[in-house]
């Protein structure tokens, strides 16, 4: 186990003050009464030890309760207080637990332990600069108090309080040499000046006073990729590696190294290595990849994966991955390749299946995709998903009767899928069977009351029919809570407003539907509608023709509507 440095200065000690500043610790004080007293019922040292058994069985309502009663027996004991605030810390109810470190403040405005928890408590309620000032209080009044200095340094960084915070870790430091923590704080420091030398100098000081600390190595990592420094990079990687040989992430990042500077026989035996435990680790190795992917690092994606696959030629985790990599480089006939490879027991399986029929489909052989699903549900007859997909494919090509049988024999075996329901709904709709087409969407809405698509569809379309307009709009809005800045639902809004002939509340969302979606034929129309009904011919001749521009089809309408407004 390597020792990791906390993530913010003062999440970090929070959490080690607060498990560590209780009673039991304290009881042991000879100035604190409650030592004294007796182990017999009806004491408040009875009640204290209740409190910790109902502790340490959760019962943290029974511990406050035996608290308070040990606190009634003794009212003087601030240790008791401080114990009720942290049960109280533990219920994330602060008011009480202030109020209960402010009574023990009350009695000893000096303590240093009650501040401290004082302190943690005013952060985590994000009162960050009345923590500062309990912080500055407490190492006023003992300057040993190191950790206090930690603190106190996180919530100035916290606040971006820079130089702040550089002045209270060198403060530290001056009592402590020895605070790794602080050397490793002042390195973020200089990180963020660019001060490059001063912070590469604090992160080897911190690893010097510990050298299992990972967390500056990492950092150090950071620095050198920022000056293209590959000696330096390579000899970090190589210690982390050396102190934590199970570290994944740092070996792919090594072995990419080796590999981009000639050193591949190095950079193929991590990979293989790598490979060869690839099922144990894949969550990591997969997390890696997709980081490579979000950055657009297709081609190192694609070496490591690769070299991974040479430890682990049979991985159809592995070839799924290569198949997304390729994939994102748009290398589609390497990427079909890899997904293909992608055994049917795998949990990657449906993905690259779906994978290889969309590759299909964006080459423009929607048929072959077809086929493609066919011939895997030979395979898997039951399988829904494959269903749903073939089904959508089949609506592609205006296949209703065959999509509705396929999507019919999906639900049939998953009825609890409202996409299912939504896309047989669609095919629907696009065969004209427009009341068949409403019924799915309702089945949809039952199933998922916040299938946005599903309200906006029925709402739109009993708009466009004409009927039931008030439920139209109820719909609409509702569709709308789940999707607020979607502007298709945003139009159907406009639309339902138009046929209620409230032409001016139809204006203002139709323009702000086409500031959402500017270049959709059919809201661009509505728009020139609404500027028409609202006696603006100028701004509906121009809107009409923006339409006319971007739209394929049904052109004859909106061309007759130009001519009528020219001839004005």
């Known amino acids: 186990m390597y020792k990791l440095l906390f993530k913010t200065a003062a999440v970090a000690l929070a959490f080690s003050f607060f498990s560590s500043c209780t009673f039991s610790q304290e009881i042991k004080k000879p100035a604190e009464k409650i030592a004294q007293f007796s182990d017999a019922p009806g004491n408040a040292y009875y009640y204290y030890t209740e409190a910790q058994l109902a502790k340490t069985r959760g019962q943290l309502d029974h511990a406050v309760y035996y608290t308070k009663k040990a606190i009634e027996l003794d009212p003087d004991s601030i240790y008791l207080k401080r114990d009720l605030a942290l049960i109280f810390v533990q219920q994330k109810n602060l008011v009480a637990a202030l109020a209960s470190v402010e009574q023990a403040l009350a009695q000893s405005p000096e303590d240093i332990e009650t501040l401290i928890l004082y302190g943690q408590i005013k952060q985590r309620q994000n009162d960050l600069d009345e923590a500062a000032r309990a912080y500055h209080k407490v190492i006023s009044l003992d300057a040993g108090q190191h950790k206090t200095y930690l603190l106190l340094g996180g919530i100035y960084l916290q606040q971006k309080r820079e130089a702040e915070a550089f002045k209270i870790f060198e403060q530290l430091l001056s009592r402590d040499p020895n605070s790794y923590t602080a050397y490793f704080f002042l390195g973020k420091i200089h990180v963020n000046r660019g001060d490059f030398k001063a912070a590469e100098a604090s992160f080897k000081k911190a690893l010097a006073i510990d050298s299992s600390l990972l967390e500056p190595r990492f950092e150090l990592l950071n620095l050198y990729k920022s000056q293209g420094n590959t000696k330096k990079l390579l000899l970090t990687y190589e210690e982390i590696l050396r102190k934590n040989p199970s570290d994944s992430r740092s070996a792919m990042e090594l072995a990419l190294l080796y590999h981009q500077n000639g050193r591949k026989k190095e950079a193929n035996a991590i990979f293989k290595s790598l490979g060869s435990r690839s099922r144990e680790d894949f969550d990591i190795i997969l997390q890696i990849i997709q980081l490579y992917l979000e950055k657009d690092r297709n081609d190192e994606a694609i070496i490591v994966v690769n070299g991974l696959l040479a430890g682990a030629p049979d991985s159809s985790e592995l070839h799924h991955l290569s198949g997304v990599a390729f994939y994102s480089k748009k290398d589609k006939k390497k990427a079909m390749a890899q ?230």
């Open 339 to 568: 997904f293909s490879r992608v055994a049917a027991g795998s949990r990657f399986y449906k993905d690259a299946v779906v994978h290889i029929a969309f590759i299909y489909q964006e080459e423009k052989n929607t048929d072959k995709a077809i086929e493609y699903l066919k011939s895997v549900l030979e395979k898997s007859p039951d399988n829904s998903e494959f269903m749903y997909y073939l089904g959508t494919f089949y609506e592609e090509t205006n296949e209703y009767e065959k999509a509705e049988q396929v999507l019919k024999k999906a639900i049939a075996l998953d009825s609890d899928k409202a996409k299912f329901y939504f896309r047989l709904g669609v095919v629907y709709d696009k065969w004209g069977r427009k009341e068949t087409s409403m019924e799915q969407m309702r089945t949809v809405i039952e199933l998922d009351p916040k299938h946005a698509n599903a309200l906006n569809y029925l709402g739109y379309t009993y708009a466009d029919l004409g009927k039931n307009l008030d439920e139209a709009e109820r719909l609409v809005k509702e569709a709308l809570k789940y999707k607020p800045d979607d502007g298709y639902i945003t139009d159907s809004l406009g639309w339902v407003y138009y046929k209620k002939g409230e032409y001016k509340k139809a204006l203002g969302v139709l323009q702000r539907a086409v500031e959402l979606v500017p270049d959709d034929p059919v809201i661009l129309e509505h728009l020139g509608d609404a500027y028409r009904k609202n006696d603006d011919p100028r701004n509906a001749l121009k809107y009409y023709k923006r339409s006319l521009k971007v739209k394929d089809e049904d052109r004859d309408e909106l061309r007759q509507k130009i001519r009528e407004l020219e001839a004005q």
